[in-house]
Every structure is written in structure tokens, then in C-alpha cells.
């Protein structure tokens, strides 16, 4: 089963990430759009399928208590490349404390299928030194016990952490030399703030990769700025991800995000504006023709 590379954005819905009141209506509206636009790829949280707070709850329970797929519940199209991530981003943003098990999250992926799945990690971001090396060696071994049992066509994805390039570099080679693993998955935040030092490290993962003959390559979670892409993927990432998608608007002109509550007039020229009449003039554009526009523009860019 082949995995669809040829947009390397990946669009994600989180929860956690939309802070309307509305959160499955926005969710569903994403869903909309990936459909009618044939987006390739969608990323998709074990956490919202499984937890009280999810978006996806109520397709989580009929999951597991009919055996369907997410992508069946959730009306995917057959050939589009669904991600599972683990749910280790909503329990951060969440704030709660009891971390899941590696092992349930990937029981859990099997019932929810889905083509990559994101192994579970404990986050690293903002801790002392010490609590960086424990969250990195509970992340090797989760990776080592998911690996062991792992069966299947899906691809496992394995997020490296570090707090330096060297160490970024040093976690990522070792989960690589898991043969189970093909995709390294890297936190765009803790990637170097300087561009040169940012080449260089993506450059330095993406040549590892190559060099392991791994079929699929390097993924940046959570990309904020749009301003990099074209970077990143000159440099070799294969994937990165967002959840911007679903709650801000991509600015035409300036390819960043900006507020969704307002347009920027009559000008875009993506695929979507100019077949609907350039729905975004309004002051307030709708949540869906935000959320359409995103898309087909990042779909016409990349
Ligand atoms: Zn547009």
C-alpha cells in the first residue's frame, strides 16, 4: 500500500487545537472539505476517538464496538493516506497527567486503522535537562515494545526528541535502527531557530534516512509558518503537518496564516475563490469556505 506523498502537507485535526465552542462542527467542516476537494492525506488523533473530550468520541465508540475503520466512519475516501497520531499532543494541550499506555494507543490504532501511526512519546519541550533524558529513554523503549508487536501494512512513525541538534540527530538514529520504523517524525519547535543550523540538521536526518534505505522519510510536526515550506522540503522532509487549517486563514499574498475572522478582499486566486466567486471578500468568510480555501491554496502552492 502505497502512501500518497505528492502534496507533503498534511492537513490535522485536533480538538485541542480549535477553540470554538463549535469544535465537532469545525472538525466535520475539515472532513467537508478533505472530501470535496479530494485532499490526499488527513492526520487524525487516537486521543480524540478515545477520550471524553474528543471530537470523534461517538465514532470512536461505534469503532471499536463494530470493528469499522476511522476512515469508514468518518466517509474518507478509499485512496486518501490517513495518519494516526498517538494523542500524546492532546494530553499536553489538555493538560492531563495520566499519560497513556504505548501499547493501548497502538491497540487502539489497529481497531482504528489508517496507513501511518504515530508511535506515543512524552513531549521534551520546556523540561530540565534530566526529565529531557528520561522523556527521550521512556521514548526509545515505547518505540522498541510498539516495534516488537508491530503486524500489519501501516507504517509507524516515531517522534525524536532532543534539546540540540546533536541530540535530535542521536535519538533519531537510534529509533531508525529499528527496522519497523520509517518514518522519523521531528517536533517543529524544537528544530533550531537559525536557518543555517535548521538546513543543516534536516539535511543531516534526511541523509541518515536515505542512507538506511527507509522507503518514506522525514516528517516535522506541527509546522507554524507557512513561510518555511518550500524550505523544508528542498531539504529533504518528506511530510510536515497543521491544525492552522482548520482556525485561521492562509493569506494569498503574504502565505502565512492569519486571524479567520476577517478576509483580505476580493483577490485570491486559488482554485476554490475563483470557481465560487471569491467567497472569502466578506468581512466574516464562512468557517467552511475558510477552511476550503486553505486548502486548495495549499493544494495549488506545493
Ligand atoms: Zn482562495
Given at each position: 500500500m502505497g502512501l500518497d506523498l505528492s502534496i507533503p502537507f498534511v492537513p490535522a485535526i485536533s480538538g485541542a487545537s480549535i477553540r470554538s465552542k463549535s469544535c465537532r462542527d469545525v472538525a466535520y467542516m475539515g472532513l467537508e472539505a478533505v472530501r470535496e476537494l479530494r485532499y490526499p492525506t488527513l492526520m487524525i488523533s487516537v486521543f480524540d476517538f478515545v477520550n471524553?473530550?474528543?471530537?470523534f468520541l461517538k465514532e470512536g465508540i461505534e469503532c471499536i464496538n463494530n470493528g469499522i475503520s476511522a476512515a469508514e466512519c468518518l466517509a474518507l475516501p478509499r485512496d486518501l493516506t490517513l495518519y494516526l497520531d498517538s494523542g500524546g499532543y492532546e494530553l499536553t494541550k489538555f493538560g492531563i497527567k495520566t499519560w497513556y499506555d504505548a501499547l493501548d494507543v497502538y491497540a487502539i490504532q489497529q481497531v482504528l486503522r489508517g496507513e501511518v501511526w504515530t508511535i506515543l512519546d512524552y513531549p521534551a519541550r520546556g523540561k530540565r535537562r534530566s526529565e529531557i533524558a528520561r522523556a527521550i529513554a521512556s521514548n526509545i523503549r515505547f518505540a522498541e515494545q510498539v516495534c516488537a508487536l508491530h503486524y500489519g501494512p501501516a507504517r509507524l512513525m516515531a517522534v525524536a526528541h532532543g534539546s540540540n541538534s546533536e541530540e535530535l540527530y542521536s535519538v533519531s538514529s537510534k529509533l531508525l535502527s529499528l527496522s519497523e520504523i520509517s518514518i522519523i517524525a521531528v517536533s517543529d519547535k524544537e528544530l533550531p531557530l537559525a536557518q543555517t543550523a535548521k538546513k543543516s540538521l534536516i539535511q543531516r536526518l534526511a541523509g541518515a534516512l536515505a542512507d538506511q534505505r527507509k522507503d518514506v522519510g522525514l516528517h516535522i510536526l506541527g509546522i507554524g509558518s507557512p513561510v518555511n515550506w518550500t524550505d523544508y522540503v528542498h531539504w529533504g522532509v518528506t511530510t510536515f503537518d497543521s491544525t492552522n487549517w482548520l482556525v485561521k486563514l492562509l493569506n494569498p499574498t503574504t502565505l502565512n496564516w492569519t486571524a479567520s475572522s476577517k478576509g483580505w478582499g476580493p483577490n485570491c486566486e486559488c482554485t476554490f475563490c475563483r470557481e465560487f466567486s471569491r467567497p472569502l471578500r466578506a468581512a466574516r468568510p464562512h468557517t467552511l469556505d475558510s477552511i476550503r480555501h486553505n486548502l486548495a491554496l495549499i493544494k495549488d502552492v506545493l
Amino acid at each position: 500500500m502505497g502512501l500518497d506523498l505528492s502534496i507533503p502537507f498534511v492537513p490535522a485535526i485536533s480538538g485541542a487545537s480549535i477553540r470554538s465552542k463549535s469544535c465537532r462542527d469545525v472538525a466535520y467542516m475539515g472532513l467537508e472539505a478533505v472530501r470535496e476537494l479530494r485532499y490526499p492525506t488527513l492526520m487524525i488523533s487516537v486521543f480524540d476517538f478515545v477520550n471524553p473530550k474528543g471530537v470523534f468520541l461517538k465514532e470512536g465508540i461505534e469503532c471499536i464496538n463494530n470493528g469499522i475503520s476511522a476512515a469508514e466512519c468518518l466517509a474518507l475516501p478509499r485512496d486518501l493516506t490517513l495518519y494516526l497520531d498517538s494523542g500524546g499532543y492532546e494530553l499536553t494541550k489538555f493538560g492531563i497527567k495520566t499519560w497513556y499506555d504505548a501499547l493501548d494507543v497502538y491497540a487502539i490504532q489497529q481497531v482504528l486503522r489508517g496507513e501511518v501511526w504515530t508511535i506515543l512519546d512524552y513531549p521534551a519541550r520546556g523540561k530540565r535537562r534530566s526529565e529531557i533524558a528520561r522523556a527521550i529513554a521512556s521514548n526509545i523503549r515505547f518505540a522498541e515494545q510498539v516495534c516488537a508487536l508491530h503486524y500489519g501494512p501501516a507504517r509507524l512513525m516515531a517522534v525524536a526528541h532532543g534539546s540540540n541538534s546533536e541530540e535530535l540527530y542521536s535519538v533519531s538514529s537510534k529509533l531508525l535502527s529499528l527496522s519497523e520504523i520509517s518514518i522519523i517524525a521531528v517536533s517543529d519547535k524544537e528544530l533550531p531557530l537559525a536557518q543555517t543550523a535548521k538546513k543543516s540538521l534536516i539535511q543531516r536526518l534526511a541523509g541518515a534516512l536515505a542512507d538506511q534505505r527507509k522507503d518514506v522519510g522525514l516528517h516535522i510536526l506541527g509546522i507554524g509558518s507557512p513561510v518555511n515550506w518550500t524550505d523544508y522540503v528542498h531539504w529533504g522532509v518528506t511530510t510536515f503537518d497543521s491544525t492552522n487549517w482548520l482556525v485561521k486563514l492562509l493569506n494569498p499574498t503574504t502565505l502565512n496564516w492569519t486571524a479567520s475572522s476577517k478576509g483580505w478582499g476580493p483577490n485570491c486566486e486559488c482554485t476554490f475563490c475563483r470557481e465560487f466567486s471569491r467567497p472569502l471578500r466578506a468581512a466574516r468568510p464562512h468557517t467552511l469556505d475558510s477552511i476550503r480555501h486553505n486548502l486548495a491554496l495549499i493544494k495549488d502552492v506545493l
